[in-house]
C-alpha cells in the first residue's frame, strides 16, 4: 500500500481509498484489501464499485472473501456476484461455508455443480435452500437427474419439495422411487397436501402410494376425499391440536410437545368436549403467558369463527383473508370438528379464483395446467368456444350496420361511417372498464346485489361526466384537428351527431356494464362469464343502433 493510500488508510477514508482503487488492477486491488484489517474489509469494499470488488474477489484467498461476502448487504452483494461468472461463483462457494454459500448460490451455479456432481457441496447447499426453490431447479434441469437430487435432501426437506413439484414431475418421482424411499416421503406428507396430489394421479400411481401410507394416513384420506371438490372438506387437513377444557396449561403443552410433530400448525389449539364439538379455541402465545396451573376453559375464547365442511371453498378462504387467520376450523353437520384449513391452503385457492375470473373475462376457458405444460391442442380447445359464440354474436352489430349503412353513406358519406370504430371502442371500453371494478368488488365481498340500484346510480352519475368531458373532446378533434388540419369535411353538425351518440354511448355502457355481473349473481353464474367479451358486443349493437338512429333523425 503507498503512502497516499496509507495515509487515507490511517484517516479511515474509505471513499478517497476507493476513488484511488478504481484504476488498479484486479491483482494490485487484491493485495490492497489483503492488507486491510478485517474489521475494515467490508467498510471499503461498499465503497467500491460492485464489478471492482467482483474482479478483486476471485484472486482473494477464501478467508478474506468469506469477510466479504459475509458483510456485504444483500443489495450490494447480489450486484458482486452479478459481475461474477457462474464458473467462478462455483469455485467460491465450494470453500464458504453453508451460510455463506447459500447467500451466493443462484440457479446457474446448483445446476453447474450437478453437471459436476459435486455433492460434497451441494448436499449442505440444497438443506438450506427453501422448497419451492428447489421446486424451480427441478423444473429446470434435466429429468433423469431429480431422483439423484432428490435422495440427498434431508427427509422433511424432501417431502416439501415433493409437494412443491407439478403432478408431472411428481408423478416421475414416484415411478423412480422404490416402495421404501416413497414410504418415507408419504410418512413426511400432511395429509391435505397428499389429497392434493393424489387427485392429480392415474388409479395405479394412486394404489403405489397408498400402499405406501399408513392406517390413519389412509383414514385421513378418505376423509377428506368424500367431500365435494369445491367444499370447504376437501381442502381442510385433519391434523391439528385437539384440546379438551379441563386441561391445565401444562396438560395442553404436554399434548402439543407429543403430538405437535404431525400437525400441520400449533400456533391454535381447539377446545373440544367429550362429542368433540368445538367449543372454544385458545392460542399458543396465550397459553405462554398463562400459569402453568391454569384450566383452559379459563382462558379459551369461545366465540369462534368457524365453517361448516360443505361451505363453498371460495368463502372459506375470504373469511380467512378477511380476519387475517392462520387457520379456521370446520366442523360437520353435528357441529363436530373434524379439521381445519390453513392459511397457505386458502391462498391457493384464492389464486386459482383469480386466475380463473382472470381467464373468463378475457373469454378463455379456465384451465387447471400451467401455461408452458398446456400443449396447443389444448389451448386451441379452450379459446376457440368462447371466441365462437362471440364471433356469431358479432353478426348482430353487422346487421345493424348492414340496415342503416346505405342511410349512413346517403346523409354523411364515408365521413359517419369512419366514426363507427371510434364509437364501437370507447362504448366497449367504457362498459369493461364498470364490468371489471364490479366484479372485483364482488371477489372481495365488497358489493352484494342488494347494492345493484346504489351502483347504478354511481355509475350512471360517472357516466355522465364521462360523456360530457368525452364528447367535448370528440367535437373538438372533428372540428377543429380532423377538419381543419386533415382536411376532412366533418360539418359542425356531424361532429355534434358523433359527439352525442358518443356521450349517450358512455352513459349506457356503465350502466350495462355494471349491472350485468350483479345480475348474473343473482342467478348463480359466474359474474366474469358475463364480463368483457359480452358486454363489449352488446354494447357494440347499442351504440350502432344509438348513433345511425340520431344520424337520421338530425340529418333525415
Not at 453437471?115 to 448436499?123: G, P, R, S
Not at 371500453?429 to 371489471?436: I, M, R
Not at 368488488?441 to 340500484?453: H, N, P, S, Y
Not at 354511448?505 to 353464474?525: N, R
Request: aromatic letters at 6%; glycine letters at 4%.
Amino acid at each position: 500500500m503507498d503512502k497516499q493510500l496509507t495515509s487515507l488508510y490511517q484517516n479511515r477514508d474509505f471513499v478517497g481509498m476507493a476513488n484511488m482503487l478504481e484504476d488498479y488492477t484486479p491483482e494490485a486491488l487484491a493485495g490492497v484489501l489483503g492488507e486491510v484489517a478485517d474489521g475494515d474489509l467490508v467498510l471499503l469494499c461498499r465503497e467500491l464499485n460492485p464489478d471492482t470488488v467482483a474482479d478483486a474477489l476471485i484472486e482473494l484467498p477464501a478467508d478474506r472473501q468469506k469477510i466479504i461476502l459475509a458483510g456485504l448487504h444483500d443489495d450490494q452483494l447480489k450486484e458482486v456476484m452479478d459481475e461474477v461468472s457462474v464458473g467462478d461463483t462455483v469455485t467460491i462457494i465450494e470453500d464458504m461455508p453453508k451460510s455463506v454459500a447459500f447467500r451466493i448460490a443462484e440457479e446457474e451455479e446448483i445446476k453447474e455443480l450437478l453437471e459436476d456432481k459435486n455433492f460434497k457441496v451441494l448436499k449442505p447447499l440444497l438443506a438450506s435452500i427453501p422448497a419451492v426453490d428447489i421446486a424451480k431447479i427441478f423444473s429446470e434441469i434435466d429429468k433423469e437427474e431429480i431422483p439423484i437430487v432428490f435422495r440427498i435432501l434431508p427427509k422433511a426437506l424432501a417431502a416439501d419439495t415433493f409437494v412443491e413439484l407439478d403432478s408431472e414431475l411428481q408423478q416421475f418421482l414416484i415411478d423412480k422411487l422404490s416402495d421404501k424411499e416413497l414410504k418415507a416421503v408419504m410418512d413426511e406428507l400432511f395429509v391435505d397436501d397428499t389429497v392434493d396430489i393424489i387427485e392429480e394421479m392415474p388409479a395405479n400411481v394412486v394404489k403405489r402410494m397408498l400402499a405406501q401410507s399408513d392406517n390413519e394416513m389412509r383414514a385421513g384420506i378418505n376423509e377428506i376425499l368424500k367431500y365435494d371438490k369445491d367444499s370447504a372438506g376437501s381442502i381442510m387437513t385433519v391434523e391439528f391440536v385437539r384440546v379438551r377444557p379441563d386441561m391445565t396449561v401444562k396438560d395442553a403443552f404436554d399434548q402439543i410437545r407429543k403430538t405437535g410433530i404431525d400437525k400441520e400448525t400449533i400456533y391454535t389449539c381447539y377446545v373440544t368436549d367429550n362429542k368433540s364439538k368445538l367449543i372454544g379455541i385458545v392460542t399458543a402465545k396465550t397459553l405462554m403467558l398463562s400459569s402453568p396451573d391454569t384450566e383452559l376453559k379459563d382462558i379459551m375464547t369461545e366465540n369462534v369463527i368457524y365453517c361448516h365442511t360443505s361451505d363453498d371453498k371460495e368463502d372459506v378462504a375470504r373469511i380467512i383473508n378477511k380476519y387475517g387467520f392462520l387457520a379456521l376450523p370446520v366442523v360437520d353437520n353435528e357441529d363436530r370438528l373434524v379439521g381445519i384449513v390453513t392459511v397457505d391452503d386458502a391462498m391457493d385457492v384464492i389464486q386459482a379464483e383469480n386466475t380463473e375470473d382472470i381467464e373468463r373475462i378475457h373469454a378463455i376457458v379456465p384451465s387447471d395446467k400451467p401455461y408452458l405444460k398446456t400443449g396447443v391442442i389444448s389451448i386451441f380447445l379452450h379459446r376457440l368456444p368462447w371466441l365462437l359464440i362471440l364471433m356469431v354474436s358479432a353478426t348482430f352489430t353487422g346487421l345493424i350496420l348492414n340496415n342503416y349503412e346505405e342511410h349512413l353513406s346517403v346523409l354523411g358519406g364515408s365521413l359517419l361511417i369512419a366514426c363507427v370504430p371510434m364509437l364501437m371502442d370507447t362504448g366497449g371500453n367504457a362498459g369493461s372498464q364498470a364490468c371489471v371494478t364490479v366484479i372485483r368488488g364482488l371477489a372481495l365481498d365488497q358489493i352484494k346485489f342488494k347494492d345493484l340500484f346504489r351502483v347504478q346510480w354511481k355509475e350512471l352519475r360517472t357516466g355522465m361526466l364521462l360523456a360530457i368531458s368525452l364528447g367535448l373532446v370528440c367535437f373538438a378533434k372533428l372540428t377543429l384537428v380532423d377538419r381543419l388540419l386533415f382536411g376532412f369535411a366533418y360539418t359542425p353538425m356531424i361532429a355534434f351527431i358523433v359527439s352525442l351518440s358518443l356521450a349517450i354511448t358512455v352513459i349506457a355502457a356503465k350502466f350495462v356494464g355494471c349491472s350485468l355481473p350483479l345480475i348474473a349473481k343473482a342467478v348463480k353464474l359466474d359474474p366474469a362469464v358475463v364480463a368483457s367479451p359480452i358486454i363489449t358486443t352488446i354494447v357494440d349493437a347499442l351504440s350502432l343502433m344509438v348513433y345511425c338512429n340520431i344520424a337520421i333523425a338530425l340529418l333525415g
